[in-house]
């Protein structure tokens, strides 16, 4: 199971700011390890939005942003657009499973 | 450009073993962590495990996550260009997508920054 957990769902209209909580532990996020947010789009491999907490793959929107803080890593989306509507999935390291890379639970964004 | 193609999805039964393939390209892969990534019908995203290159610091050691350590093996042909999954022993609970992926080739982190189209297991009887 995910040692990283996330909203099921949320959702804005048009233009609206949202934002995806990603809550951890001492031993993935608080231990200092960076979080990676990701974007899957339905019926499509997942692409990398956010890597190193807070930086933006080249051809990613400024319209999405990543922070950390403590055992919690955020992932904002301002100015909500309809293909933004997809399932963002953060993911970390974990030092307590044998040097496991840990995927959050998955959330889905719905586009009012 | 890279280009990840995997191959050898199908039907199996519980028991069975399959092996999956990922032809790379547009990077060197002998100097590339690579991972396998998989989803389970209308499930989440699963770190299945991950080989690191063969330079003398990585050693192209392998980690797999807790479900299939001991089932699965990851390995590389390097001279092809290609990245396998050897899965054995399979369980309806394998059942699932499975992405390759590279480990921070474009952004030197420990993300995953390239993904296949993915290819679709089936452990039933």
């Known amino acids: 199971q995910s040692v990283l957990t996330q909203p099921p769902s949320v959702s804005g209209a048009p233009g609206q700011r949202v934002t995806i909580s990603c809550t951890g532990s001492?031993?993935?996020?608080?231990?200092?390890?960076?979080v990676h947010w990701y974007q899957q789009l339905p019926g499509t491999a997942p692409k990398v939005l956010i890597y190193?907490?807070?930086n933006r793959p080249s051809g990613v929107p400024d319209r999405f942003a990543g922070s950390k803080s403590g055992t919690s890593a955020s992932l904002a989306i301002t100015g909500l657009q309809a293909e933004d509507e997809a399932d963002y999935y953060c993911q970390s390291f974990d030092s307590s499973l044998s040097g496991s890379y840990v995927f959050g639970t998955g959330t889905k964004v719905t586009v009012l | 450009e890279v280009h990840l193609v995997e191959s050898g999805g199908g039907l199996v039964k519980p028991g069975g073993s399959l092996r999956l393939s990922c032809a790379a390209s547009?990077?060197?892969?002998?100097?590339?962590?690579m991972s396998w990534v998989r989803q389970a019908p209308g499930k989440g995203l699963e770190w299945v495990g991950r080989i690191k290159s063969k330079t003398k610091t990585d050693g192209g050691t392998t980690d797999y996550a807790a479900p299939v350590k001991g089932r699965f093996t990851i390995s590389r042909d390097d001279s092809k260009s290609t990245l396998y999954l050897q899965m054995n022993s399979l369980k309806t609970e394998d059942t699932a997508v499975y992405y390759c992926?590279?480990?921070?080739?474009?952004?030197?982190?420990?993300?995953?920054?390239?993904w296949g189209q993915g290819t679709l297991v089936t452990v039933s009887s």
């Open positions: 001492s031993s993935n996020i608080g231990a200092g390890y960076d």
């Open positions: 190193g907490n807070t």
């Open positions: 547009g990077f060197t892969l002998s100097n590339a962590w």
């Open positions: 992926s590279t480990v921070g080739v474009s952004t030197g982190g420990y993300d995953f920054d390239y």
